[in-house]
């Protein structure tokens, strides 16, 4: 595959990805103004039991991603379908495990997530884990067949129509009109997986393959699995020690940090099947490992100074919209810093989990999140005030993200040198730039948009040595013009 097609699948997936995450931004701008804090804050601890049950496959779909490009790229369809059924089995079997342990669990006294709606909100959120753990499913099956725009299209249209639905009927329905709408656009996603040419078997059976595609992706599974631990301690911490509307404030911060985290994540979507399918040899490892490098480093310079501005206009932009919320504009700036950290190990972290050492990737990674929970919790019950707790957590995403370049560096590069230079390249431009962004804004009190303009050219400006030193050679230029252009731009050593 030519490295045009590689930027337009990764700008592609970006691009419908960041665009859903606009649709869902508004909805929850709206849905926090209409909600309150307290009622926002429910409604975020309800949507852990999404997040949780994301992960009741086991295993399965994580096998499944590493096992079926290779399949795929053989044309292997029999072996193909053979994994898909297998992989839909132990999901269905487990979404069914979870639906139950939860159900108990709500009726056993799990009271938080049932505040203030009753009963009906989780039951319904657990319909959505259902239909969650069904696109999940399709999605990856699709990326191995190389149809990431049917799978593009068919999350932002569940993002569009989820969002839309949610902006209509949040006012007169409140949190019913968002469990609808999320219901009815995650069945329009899932059909409109289903209207190509690779339609992935719903049927039950091929147990055997099932399971070992559960070991095998058990590695895998354990390291995300570790990672939502990391991503969701903090909101565990206020539900348990500060109540829904700390949560509430805090919530903001939580979407700001998910949309830094959008772009490198959409890269790593389209780039994930080919590390697995170069590991099994089934793609040219050497080609595979320069692509993720060119991608990593481009977004590493590029992200950094579009969060930091957005780091500042947050106060302005609050205080106009949600003038109850701002408390969270301090947690809501602390946790951006977090998720730039965070997103410079992004690719490089996937292809630690594509191609190891997983062992000492599960066993570092467990123990950062461990001893990220326990600072999270400590801090949270001595203060539960979301700017501390937002500290806590940022530096838990700072020590993650630094522990996945190390073990990433020497994959992807042969010298101590370059070892060196890669992880300067992973942190230096989005700490520099949170750092001016947190510094900038520490001045004054005013969050008017005169002084965020300011503010905003002051870092810009400051943030030009970074550009310079970082973004020589990382081709960016390239890569607009890879993504726009006509025609296929020559590469120097490139003979495709």
Known sequence: MHPRQLVRDSFGTALSQFLARLALLARGVVAAAVLGPLGYGAWNALN?????????????????????????????????????????SVVAMGGAVFVLAASAYLLAGGGRFATPWGWAAPALMLAVVALYLAIQYH?????????????????????????????????????????????????????????????PPLTLGRWREGLALTRLGLPVFSFYAVSLVLRSVDRLAFVRFAGT????????????????????????????????AAAQGARDPVRTRAELRQVH???????????AIGMIWAGPVVAWLLPAYREGILPLRILSLGALMLSGATLPGYCVVAQGPRGRLLA???????????????????????????????????????????????????????????????????????????????????????????????????????????????????????????RVIPVVGDSS
């Open 48 to 88: 852990l039991l999404v997040d949780y049950g994301a992960y009741a496959s086991g295993g399965a779909l994580q096998g499944l991603d590493l096992r079926l490009p290779a399949a795929a790229a053989r044309d292997d369809r029999a072996a193909a379908r053979g994994l898909m059924t297998g992989a839909w």
């Open 139 to 199: 999605a990856g099956a699709l990326r191995a067949h190389g149809e990431f725009r049917a799978v593009n299209e068919a999350l932002a249209a569940q993002a569009v129509l989820g969002g839309g639905l949610g902006l209509a009927l949040v006012g007169p329905f409140k949190v019913w009109g968002l469990l609808g709408a999320w219901l009815l656009a995650s069945l329009a996603a899932l059909a409109w997986m289903r209207r190509g040419p690779t339609r």
């Open 245 to 276: 509307e700390g949560l509430g404030h805090y919530s903001l911060g939580l979407m700001a940090a998910g949309l830094i985290l959008y772009l490198p994540e959409s890269a790593a979507t389209v780039l994930y099947p080919r590390l697995a």
């Open 297 to 307: 480093r481009a977004l590493a310079v590029a992200l950094p100074p579009i969060a």
């Open 364 to 486: 570092v990674s467990a123990g950062v999140a461990a001893l990220t929970a326990v600072l999270v919790f400590s801090v949270a019950a001595r203060d539960p005030r979301p700017a501390a707790i937002a500290v806590a957590a940022a530096i838990g995403y700072a020590a993650f993200g630094l522990e996945l370049v190390l073990l990433a560096a020497p994959v992807l590069c042969a010298s101590l040198g370059e070892r060196l230079g890669f992880v300067a390249a992973s942190f230096v431009p989005a700490g520099w730039a949170g750092g001016l962004a947190l510094a900038a804004c520490a001045f004054g009190a005013n969050e008017s948009p005169l002084t965020a303009t300011l503010r905003s050219a002051a870092v810009a400006v400051a943030y030009l040595p970074a550009l310079w030193g970082f973004g020589r050679g990382a081709g960016l230029k390239r890569l607009v013009q890879e993504w726009l252009a006509g």
